[in-house]
Every structure is written in C-alpha cells, then in structure tokens.
C-alpha cells in the first residue's frame, strides 16, 4: 500500500501525545513532512497571513527531496501577487490546481523572479482559526501538471486542522502561563491576548472585567457583559447532563484552593447559539472579595477535527471489514473451481484409458468453465484495482453502436453458455456515438451475465437500446430472483450480494464496477426490482454529440 492511500490517522496519530510538549515549530515541521511523503510533494511549506490579508509570510518549508526544513522567512504581498490573492480571499481559500502553468490564479509563478520555482501544479489548504484565515499549507508539485484526488485535498485539510488545532493548543498553554502572572500585569495579558479571558467577582458573580475577544465570543460589549453572570451564558445542563449552576461552584472552589482547574464547557453567545470551549480558572487576589480569572478557549476547529479524525477511523473499520469480505469470498470463489480442476484432472490422469469420449468432454469442459470462472474474478479484481488507483481511462471514440452491443450479447451468451436467451432490441438513430468501448464491456458483461445468472434456465432477458436526445438509454430486463428491498441501498457496494442468491456463485463486484464505469461516461444507473418478479437495469450515458 502506498503512503498516500494509508488511513490518515497512520500518519498523524504519533503526533497527538506530542502536540503541546514539543515546541509548535518542530510540530508543525512534522505535519509538512509527513504531508508532503504522503502526497508525494517536492515542496510544502507553511504561511502566516499578515498585514490583514496582504501579505502572507514563509514560516517553514520541507523538501522532500533532501528531507530538509528551512525555516528562513519570505514575506509575498498583494502588490507582487495580485491574482493569487485575491483567489486566496474567495470561497473557502482553498485552491487546487493540476496545471499551475495554464491556471490563471497562478500565471504570476510563472513568471519574473518566481519562474525559477518549476511549479507544475499546486494545492494550497487553509488554516483556520475561530472562523478566520490565519494561514496557509502550500502543496507544490515539481514539473508537469497533476491531478489532485479527492482523497489528496482531503489530506491536506486534515494536516491544515491538525497545525490549527496545534496551534490552538500551544495558545491554551500560553495562556495558561499568563495566568499565572502576577495581579499587576494581568489586566496587559487580557489586553494583548487572542483567547476570551473574562474576571469574575465571587461575591456578586457578575463579571467584572473581560478583553475584547471575550466580547466579540460573547457577542456583546463591555457594558453589557458586566451585567451578566457566567450562567447567563452557559446551558441549564453540560454535556455529562450535570447542572451547569453545580458544576462551576466546584470548579471554581478549586481554583480558590489554590489549584488551576482545566475543564471542557459549553457556553451560549447572546444568540442561544452553544459554543464548545475549554477552560481554564485561576484565583486572583484582590485584598477585598476574591475573583476568578477564566481563559476560554474555543475549541470548534478542534471538534470539527475530532469528527473528522473518528470519522478517519470509522473509514478504517469499514476498509478492515472490506478486506475480510473480500478474503472470504475471493477464497470461496476460487476454492470451488480449483476443487473442480483438480477432481477433473484426477480422473482424467487415473482414469483417461477408460474414460470414453462423452466423458473425458465432459470432464474437459469443467475444466475450462472453473477456469474462465477464476478468469472472471480476477479480471474483476483487476478492473477495480485500476479504477481505485486511477488507472482505469475514459477514451471515448467514435462507435458503431448496435454492433457493439450485438458483440457483447454473443459474448455474454457464450460466456453463460447460452443459459437465457438475450432478445435485442434497438430503437430510434443510434449513429454518431462516441464511447469507450472497453468500458462498455464491463458495464454490459457484468449486467448481461447477472441477468442469466439469477434467472431460470431457457428463461428470456431483453436488452434495449434507444436513443434520448443527447444520451443512449439500455435497459437490461430480466425475470430472475429480484433484489430484496432491504438489500437494494447497498447493492452497488464492494462485496455486497443479496440476501435470496442462495448457493448461485459471484463476487459482489460486478455491479460496482458497472457503475464506476457508467459514473466515467459521465453517467447514471439505475434499477428496479422485485423478489421472484425480476429486475430492470437501466443505464443512461451521454454519448451522442
């Protein structure tokens, strides 16, 4: 298995105990690294916006060429880049580009003092914190263009939330370092710092004090919020379904013990709107009543980032459970006729002189039946295997349709051994189409050899050909088992077969590869299906000009 194609939480999860024990910088030179060996980068570095979005600034950049860090400054502004800023600005500042030499975002790299960088293509994820843009993961790939998977970007969100989440960490542990300043200089901490920090009286619980990102958390001004309470911004229950009323008074007796409790919290903003955060209390004397100083931190990237993470694993269950699927089922299916190869060869080294001509036929032809069989599987194995790597090519050109689908029904026939009748029927002009023929072949095997399979021998399957504007509409129609209701959401998943099949052989891979091959048409398939009535088929396929 490649780097890239490993569940992400294999790259990352060595860095969790790490995060918040390591300087932030040495973290942060982690994640490039294991991002630019999992995507295979040359180049991935990490940017700071500066100057409110003017200017970003070059904190770090790994090459894995050398398996270096530079950690040497570059400061890139609007005026030198103006295009690429005002990308970066749109949307959700992600941008993802297979060809940075023909994207017009990114025609400024290639040229002037920036030509020398050899950028074929780029993938730029941000890095966001309390719903800003704070910085950027830059993905640079060396020389021609590439296309970026799915499962490429998603990748490099994850790193993204993973340095935002560590920085979010190294600012809780900076906070919590100021709150043990002195009284005198805590009112400038409170100023000057990112994180919510509010002071409460105890003898009143009011709030008596609270910088201006504890306003803005809040959603309210000064005046206002020294009117409230921290109940009046918390839920009637946390999480753990305790008072939120009971639950303070004990954290809050603790940091008048002397102690700095830490402790997860839900608060509500002036809209009812409830805000996971963490929290951390110290006392602060004040010679009079004493008073509490609470830092709030708040912790929705890093939920956002914990679903993602469970979701990472939940992925990896899914993807254990689709190998032992698989092994059980690829097992059984070879099992069976390599037991038939093996019997028929048997009698026929043991037994060929007394074996008359009927019968060495016979056994010859099990032979080659469990041969093409183990055929089959394997070429589906193979087909799909090329499709998850990409491998798997759509190269339409021009077809003589009904040809085409006559050769495939005498394929299919012979293949089934003319186990059901194929009627084909073909209506209105079906000349012009352009199509992968390759690809037809796997779509209409798979749905011609299901239909005969499943339905009783001598029984009769249609197939229909007709032309929709600019799409051809094939209807594969069978009178076969059907496909019970509950079985028909997961029908198109690897290694799913329906409950009713019985003893009848397959792999559970036949229609998956269908629809993968009709989704690279740009497609649509469809079916629908009855227990003991049969089952319609219907695909539709974009390939008239």
């Not at 087909?383 to 050109?397: E, H, Q, S």
């Amino acid at each position: 298995m490649s780097p890239a194609s490993r569940p992400y939480s294999e790259h990352l999860d060595s860095l969790i105990e790490r995060i918040g024990v390591e300087p932030l910088g040495d973290i942060i030179g982690q994640l490039l690294k294991i991002s630019a060996t999992t995507l295979r980068v040359e180049r991935v570095s990490y940017w700071t916006i500066r100057d409110g979005g003017k200017a970003i600034h070059r904190e770090h950049q790994y090459y894995l060429s050398t398996d270096e860090l530079d950690s040497s400054s570059l400061l890139l502004t609007d005026g030198m880049l103006p295009v690429y800023f005002s990308s970066l600005h749109q949307g959700m500042s992600l941008i993802v580009s297979p060809d940075a030499k023909t994207d017009p975002r990114l025609l400024e790299f290639q040229q002037g003092e920036f030509g020398y960088l050899g950028i074929g293509a780029m993938l730029d994820a941000p890095v966001h914190r309390q719903g800003r843009l704070t910085g950027i993961i830059c993905h640079e790939h060396l020389g021609g263009p590439r296309e970026w998977s799915a499962r490429d970007i998603d990748f490099a969100r994850h790193v993204a939330q993973w340095i935002a989440l560590a920085m979010e960490i190294d600012d809780r542990q900076q906070t919590k370092e100021a709150l043990r300043e002195s009284e005198e200089r805590y009112h400038l901490a409170m100023e000057h710092s990112p994180t919510p920090t509010v002071v409460v009286d105890i003898r009143t619980g009011l709030f008596v004090d609270g910088n201006a990102s504890a306003l803005t958390f809040f959603g309210v001004d000064r005046a206002t919020l020294m009117k409230h309470s921290p109940e009046d911004f918390s839920p009637e229950t946390q999480p753990d379904g305790l008072p939120s009323r009971e639950t303070s008074r004990g954290h809050i007796e603790r940091a008048l013990a002397g102690e700095h409790p830490s402790f997860e919290w839900i608060h509500q903003n002036i809209h009812g709107d409830e805000i996971p955060t963490y929290v951390h209390l110290s006392s602060l004397p004040d010679g009079g009543a004493p008073k509490i100083i609470a830092a709030i931190i708040d912790r929705t990237e890093q939920v956002r980032t914990e679903r993602t993470i469970r979701r990472a694993l939940e992925n990896e269950r899914e993807l254990n459970e689709l190998r032992t699927r698989f092994t059980s089922i690829v097992s059984h299916e070879f099992r069976t006729p390599l037991g038939i190869i093996m019997s028929a060869i048997e009698l026929l080294r043991n037994y060929f002189d007394r074996l008359d001509l009927e019968r060495r036929k016979e056994l010859f032809d099990d032979i080659h039946s469990a041969t093409r069989r183990m055929g089959v599987l394997m070429e589906q194995v193979l087909v799909l295997g090329r499709a998850d790597v990409g491998k798997l090519t759509f190269t339409p050109v021009p077809i003589d349709l009904p040809s085409v689908c006559e050769k495939l029904v005498d394929e299919s026939q012979s293949a089934t051994v003319m186990r059901c009748v194929v009627d084909i029927h073909f209506e209105d002009d079906l000349s012009g189409a352009m199509s992968d023929e390759p690809l037809l072949r796997h779509i209409f095997t798979n749905l011609l050899s299901n239909a005969a399979k499943y339905s009783p021998e001598g029984s009769k399957v249609e197939f229909r050909v007709r032309r929709d504007g600019y799409d051809a509409l094939f209807d594969v129609i069978d009178r076969g088992i059907g496909i019970p209701e509950e079985d028909q959401p997961r029908i198109f998943e690897a290694f799913q077969r329906a409950g009713n099949v019985g003893e009848i052989s397959g792999s559970g891979l036949g229609l998956l590869i269908a629809k993968r091959c009709v989704e690279m048409h740009g497609g649509e398939i469809g079916f629908v299906s009855a227990p003991g009535e049969g089952t319609t088929f219907t695909v539709r396929l974009p390939i008239f000009s």
